[in-house]
């Protein structure tokens, strides 16, 4: 092990215990929910991996959201993720997630509590408020900056966000245009998605072409991805089925439902989920350029 790889994993030690402190010092109750289930949330271009007749978590949601069902409150959990074909600079299959939900709640809270989090593991990480990655200095004290994804196609993707969808062209000028033109000096958060992208969110009170849903990026690094939730459980087994059916048009086999979370969504109250990965957290804190500068092992060393 190189010595710089041994000093990460000491920060990512760091950056883990940072993130226990903040929820436990907040109310919220540490989880552990099963890593292998019958069913994840079937999703167009997530693949799981299968054990046996059931299947590796993809993200611990599944069974979070059942615990909000049942009257949990507020709870958060670090865990292991799996999901089949992911490897890249900034992707590895199996990988680490944060994952927390506040009962009452909305979008709003979760983007606060991501301006808050940041804070805390920065200071923690450098003693002040700002990190430097990849040769951007990135200040976390003034907060985080926000723009509409509408808004972001209108400045920075010479479209709308309606002619995207219908032309096809919405992911790769999502990747191409809009991620690049991001705030660089702030982390930044791009909200309310376009229904058809919407996932589990519900849809936005007086405009629902789209959901509560944002992602949180900082120094051009995607970090977490959080919504106000869905808890209608037709509206969400419609979105199951339309995800299925865009997989058999992409040539993938449909995937099983997770019937028990569908049964229980109805009691689920009005809150919202984020999920953070904690590797790219590291990656950020620790200057790395890849993920497997921040990992004890990457799979081609097992």
Not at 74 to 85: A, E, K
Not at 258 to 272: T, V
Not at 275 to 293: N, T
Request: glycine residues 6%.
């Amino acid at each position: 092990m190189s010595s710089s790889r041994l000093a990460n994993l000491h920060l990512r030690a760091r950056v883990i215990q940072t993130i226990r402190e903040f929820f436990r010092s907040r109310g919220f109750l540490e989880v552990e929910t099963p890593h292998r289930i019958p069913a994840n949330a079937p999703e167009e271009h997530i693949e799981p991996y299968r054990s046996d007749a059931c299947h590796l978590q993809t993200s611990p949601e599944i069974c979070m959201k059942r615990l909000l069902c049942r009257g949990y409150g507020n709870i958060f959990q670090i865990c292991r993720c799996w999901r089949s074909d992911e490897r890249g600079r900034r992707h590895v299959p199996e990988f680490t997630m944060l994952e927390w939900y506040r009962a009452d709640s909305d979008y709003f809270a979760l983007m606060r509590d991501c301006e808050e989090l940041l804070k805390s593991v920065v200071e923690t990480m450098s003693g002040g408020t700002t990190l430097s990655y990849q040769g951007r200095r990135i200040e976390v004290h003034n907060g985080v900056g926000r723009i509409t994804v509408r808004e972001a196609f209108e400045r920075f993707g010479g479209t709308t966000m309606e002619a995207a969808l219908h032309d096809g062209t919405f992911d790769e000028i999502m990747v191409t245009a809009i991620e690049p033109a991001l705030p660089q000096d702030v982390p930044a958060i791009l909200m309310d998605y376009p229904a058809e992208a919407a996932s589990l969110a519900r849809l936005k009170p007086g405009d629902p072409t789209v959901g509560e849903r944002f992602e949180l990026y900082a120094g051009g690094l995607e970090l977490a991805n959080g919504f106000s939730e869905l808890n209608d459980p037709r509206e969400q087994r419609a979105r199951f089925l339309e995800a299925n059916d865009k997989r058999l048009r992409s040539g993938l086999p449909p995937l099983p439902l997770p019937e028990p979370f569908l049964a229980d969504l109805g009691d689920m109250p009005p809150a919202a989920g984020i999920a953070l990965g904690i590797d790219r957290l590291v990656m950020l804190c620790a200057d790395a350029d890849k993920i497997d500068d921040v990992v004890a092992f990457t799979p081609e060393e097992l």
